[in-house]
């Protein structure tokens, strides 16, 4: 009877572990985000850089949900006026210091994401909620699983007008109405305990 016990304990064990839900957890994530705009007449390349998105996303072997925040607030293209400029006139950080993008849907078998597994340029569906507006967005990725942690990055485009906001100019130079926006990151990864003897008993009206 005890060997017995144990053989069903260790298959109880294998099973769960096999099918735990994992927290992707961004609050203690490493990384950066950035964005990329492009300047007219002179082609001028500008970038704004802030930390990675916080937040925390749960993977399951059929989804990966969750929400991630922005900061804008914190983004700094290099040049205190341009800052004050962009964040002050156009993003409105004062009013809207983050972004919240809401996964929806990733394009990449998540059950092979349970064990490490490496993939490249993987489409994802979501929606960004910037500057009171909230629209839907498409991008690619990629990702490594290794462990306990997930690296890996993320790209995205924004068209400024659909989100209410004016196309920023400074110095007689305008931003494009289009901007990149791309994250790279350095995730643990913390499984999802679940007690699966006291669900049993409480089954079991113990």
Not at 90 to 109: D, E, F, H, M
Not at 131 to 152: D, M, Q, Y
Not at 182 to 193: D, K, N, Y
Request: with cysteine.
């Amino acid at each position: 009877m005890a060997l017995k016990n144990r053989i069903i304990t260790a298959l109880l064990f294998c099973i769960t572990t096999a099918q735990a839900d994992v927290t992707v957890d961004f609050d203690h994530a490493q990384g950066s985000l950035e964005f990329h705009a492009t300047g007219r007449p002179s082609a001028l390349k500008i970038v704004g850089k802030a930390g990675a998105p916080k937040g925390t996303l749960i993977l399951t072997q059929n989804s990966l949900e969750g929400a991630l925040l922005l900061d804008l607030d914190g983004l700094d293209t290099g040049m205190d006026l341009r800052n004050h400029h962009m964040k002050e006139k156009y993003l409105q950080t004062q009013i809207y210091p983050q972004a919240k993008l809401t996964l929806l849907s990733v394009g990449a078998p998540l059950e092979k994401l349970m064990s490490d597994y490496e993939a490249t340029d993987v489409a994802f569906t979501g929606s960004l909620l910037l500057h009171g507006v909230e629209k839907p967005v498409t991008g690619k990725g990629s990702f490594k699983r290794a462990g306990n942690a997930l690296n890996g990055t993320a790209s995205f485009q924004v068209k400024l007008s659909d989100f209410a906001i004016t196309v920023p100019s400074f110095m007689g130079v305008i931003i494009a109405d289009v901007v990149d926006i791309t994250t790279v990151f350095q995730v643990p990864l913390v499984q999802i305990e679940k007690d699966i003897s006291k669900s049993g008993n409480k089954s079991n009206g113990h």
